[in-house]
């Protein structure tokens, strides 16, 4: 009998506790962006997206990776993609908490007691740990809402479905659903952040019950969820770049001409189908008005991008509490990892991140909430890009980091920890789609340009003025440079000084006097060097780590 040697020193996986009663700095910063809500459902979430069941779910619907069938087995086109029923039972899970659609089902204005969005972004968040990539097309249903009022009776037969909690997958008419889920298609081959240059073409074909139709040809070259029930997509209408809403099936129960060519074999993401496809002749609604697309869909991007900051700011959390988790447990040299002072300081280092990319996320979703505040209309219109440019770049090198917290394990895909390698390369998408880095920090010249944005800004950095002399120093430069108009030689450069001023300005006013001073002297102060894990000696590690601990 061959016998391996008893295995020992190896940390026992990260299950089976609540994701959110242990996240602290979530907790604190829905306590500061809406007061009033009540979180006993965002516990219950956090209970069930950290069970053993739910991570096994995830892990199988990254395994066992979308199929497409083109057509039946007698040659019929049906386009049809194919998951695992792990993801099936992750959809549910998600739509049954309101993470598609229902946050616009409270109310077209919420009252100050009410923070649907918030809810919902903490909902994101949390579920995002558990498995990012199936809630791609529960972000997109999301955020489809705002556009697509723009066609009233579409939104009248659509939008009730968009905010129902029952995942119905089975493509059928819109009138025999229980809930529906959308995408949204732009990016072409020949251009995806210059979406004036797309080249589908949309003719106009009479009108009927939802408004003006057209007929579609041409390609999306990304288009992902291809079996959403319906799209946002872009065409060149006789006006110009319209907006035009897409149904797979028609309202007749036919089948649109819309040809799914391949799906992408992509870095990470698996979970997710994201397809090629064609449309010929297919039937289209318009939304908005001819010629407007750009700005109609923008309404669905804005959307979408706070999804990605939420999400990095997701995968960060989960990435930092398995770095805890392990280094808790393993011992090298005589004692576990984290009593080793040189791991307390990337650990903390990273905790640092994690709690300002949670606070700034949070905060920015509290803008939604408060759609009919001048400041806050603001709020949404800058911090947009500036969260998804900064949160979604840390998060490659946070996810890498942490990675290498758990030493060669942390590279290997098998198991709880494989989570690890599964974050690191799912990481750098939120910062390529919807917008990549350059295209948010040159949308954030446009924002500038956009009201008082500069006394805006001085406003929100205000409650934290005299707590620490570097964000003070920052916090009296950037209105002015704000109302300069920086170059786009500049715009990374303001976008990350717009980000790192804003983080700071909430960890004064939602975490303890040990996070914001050490975040502060680092990222602001200059005390601090060019990987995670330099802080400087003065930091109260102790603190900072017990704060940021999962369990
Ligand atoms: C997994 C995945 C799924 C996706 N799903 C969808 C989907 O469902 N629907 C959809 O429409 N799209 C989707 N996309 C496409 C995505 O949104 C685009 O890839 C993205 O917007 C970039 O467009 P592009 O690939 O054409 O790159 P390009 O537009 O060619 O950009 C390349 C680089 O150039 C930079 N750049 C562009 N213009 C400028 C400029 N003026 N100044 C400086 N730098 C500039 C960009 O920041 C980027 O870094 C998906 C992408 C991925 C990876």
Known sequence: ??????????????????????????????????????????????????????????????????????????????????????????????????????AWAASVAPTPDESPHVQRAAGFMLFTELEPSMLCPISMSYAATPALRRNAA????????????????????????????????????????????????????????????????????????????AFLVLAQAPAGLSCFFLPRVLPDGTLNALY????????????????????????????????????????????????????TSGLMRQALALALNHSRQRLAFGKPLIEQELMRNVLADLALESEAATALAIRLARAFDRAGDTHEQLMARLLTPVAKFWICKRGAGFAQEAMECLGGNGYVEEGGEGVLARIYREMPVNSIWEGAGNIMALDLLRALRKGDVAGALAHELEPARGQHAALDRLA????????????????????????????????????????????????????????????????????????AMPN
Request: charged share 20%.
């Open 154 to 229: 579409v939104y009248a037969d659509w939008g009730p479905k968009l905010t129902s909690r029952d995942y119905d997958p089975v493509l059928k008419p819109v009138a025999q659903k229980a809930g529906v889920t959308m995408g949204m298609g732009m990016t072409e081959k020949q251009g995806g952040s210059d979406v004036r240059a797309n080249t589908s073409q949309a003719q106009p074909d009479g009108s009927d019950a939802w408004g003006a139709r057209y007929r579609l040809t041409g390609h999306k070259w990304f288009f992902s969820a291809p079996m959403c029930d």
């Open 476 to 547: 009296r430069s950037l209105p002015l440079r704000v109302e300069a108009m920086a170059s786009e030689t500049e715009a990374r450069r303001l976008a990350q000084d717009v980000a790192l001023a804003a983080q700071a300005a909430l960890l004064a006013q939602t975490a303890p006097p040990s996070v914001y001073a050490a975040f502060c002297d680092s990222r602001l102060g200059g005390d601090w060097g060019q990987t995670y894990g330099s802080l400087g000696s003065g930091c109260d590690f102790a603190a900072i780590l017990a704060r």
């Open 260 to 311: 799914i060519q391949r799906l992408k074999d992509k870095l990470g993401n698996k979970a997710n189908a994201s397809a090629e496809v064609e449309f010929v002749q297919a039937a289209a609604w318009l939304v908005g008005e001819e010629g407007r697309g750009v700005p109609q869909i923008l309404e669905m991007g804005t959307m979408t991008r706070l999804d990605c900051a939420l999400g």
């Open 1 to 102: 009998m061959h016998t391996t040697h008893e295995v020992f020193n190896q940390p026992s996986p990260l299950v089976d506790y609540n994701l959110y009663e242990t996240n602290r700095p979530l907790q604190d910063a829905l306590r500061f962006n809406a007061p009033q809500l009540d979180t006993a459902a965002l516990s219950r979430l956090g209970a069930a997206v950290g069970t053993a069941g739910m991570q096994n779910h995830a892990r199988l619907a990254n395994v066992h990776t979308p199929q497409l069938h083109s057509h039946d087995r007698q040659g019929r086109r049906i386009d049809q993609v194919e998951f695992h029923p792990s993801y099936h039972a992750l959809m549910t899970a998600a739509v049954g908490a309101g993470l598609h659609g229902t």
